[in-house]
């Protein structure tokens, strides 16, 4: 965490290539799948086209990356995979990359950073304030100096009271790359909780005649949570507490996760939960 990067909050959405060629456009998922259930994002990215080509040599063909937010990410996933009648009229895209459809293509677009996000400034200017798709603000800091960390230490804490996951810290010299790299970082809290054993499930695969997760229920915080806890464990906890399974049923388990989600029915889970002790 040196020199200067840009801050961004870290959204809690659908992560969406936006593929534009010439007149069309289309959008994927990281892992090429076509989304079909955001018909008015693709069409505004259309129809607004030449703002991202503007002071560009993208030409018509250039990839937009970013993340589609809902009310809430279970609704947001819900209305994503749903196969007709998807319901995806309020959800906004929101862009903070741009790069060339043919660099795209390669895997690699050796434009830096900081004047990929210039491009998107400019692009800022000729959009609709209200529009379905905006571009993502952050803020440099110049992470050499001591009031660089706090200021970026102050924008992590202020970005989760505002419910955000956490942050992305990004590298403003660096290449865009097709894949994970410390050019982009991210920054979000973890939560520990401690809950009651109530059963176990025989693991699959090579995991098959040994535990492969935990079934806990507890209260937290007045939450009633509910999660089968499969992550965490080595393969000879999982030996150990497969066999011991009756006489821990009872006990105390705690479990890290990222966050308490609420479930359709009012009941609320954990996301990302990792067995700890």
């Not at 990067?5 to 969406?16: I, P």
């Not at 434009?111 to 200017?125: N, P, T, Y």
């Not at 924008?155 to 403003?172: D, R, T």
């Not at 079934?215 to 915080?221: A, F, K, L, P, S």
Request: hydrophobic content about 35%; proline content about 2%; charged content about 30%.
């Amino acid at each position: 965490l040196k020199g200067i990067k840009r801050l961004e909050v870290k959204l809690d959405g659908v992560r969406v290539l936006a593929v534009v060629n010439g007149s069309a456009c289309t959008l994927y998922s990281r892992n090429g799948k076509e989304f079909e259930n955001f018909p008015q994002i693709a069409d505004f990215v259309e129809e607004h086209r030449k703002a991202f080509q503007r002071n560009s040599a993208f030409g018509g063909q250039f990839v937009l990356d970013g993340e589609i937010v809902g009310k809430n990410f279970q609704d947001l996933m819900k209305q994503a995979q749903r196969k007709s009648n998807a319901k995806t009229d309020n959800m906004v895209y929101h862009v903070f990359d741009i790069l060339p459809l043919t660099e795209f293509r390669e895997g690699f677009c050796n434009l830096q950073q900081h004047k990929r996000i210039d491009l998107l400034k400019r692009a800022q200017a000729m959009l609709p304030e209200n529009g379905c798709v905006q571009i993502m603000p952050g803020m440099d800091v110049d992470l050499d100096t001591a009031e660089g960390h706090d200021v970026m230490r102050r924008f992590a804490e202020a970005s989760v009271q505002e419910g955000y996951e956490g942050i992305m810290i990004k590298n403003m010299d660096a290449p865009y790359e097709c894949k994970r790299s410390d050019f982009w970082m991210k920054w979000k809290p973890t939560i520990t909780v401690d809950l009651d054993i109530v059963g176990f499930e025989e693991g699959t695969g090579r995991n098959l005649g040994r535990l492969g997760a935990i079934i806990c229920e507890g209260v937290d915080n007045d939450r009633n949570i509910r999660v089968n806890v499969g992550s965490g464990l080595s393969d000879s906890d999982r030996d150990e507490y497969w066999t011991a399974r009756d006489k821990l049923l009872g006990c105390v388990v705690e479990v890290e996760a990222d966050a308490v989600t609420q479930n359709q029915d009012g009941s609320y889970r954990l996301r990302f939960s990792r067995f700890l002790r």
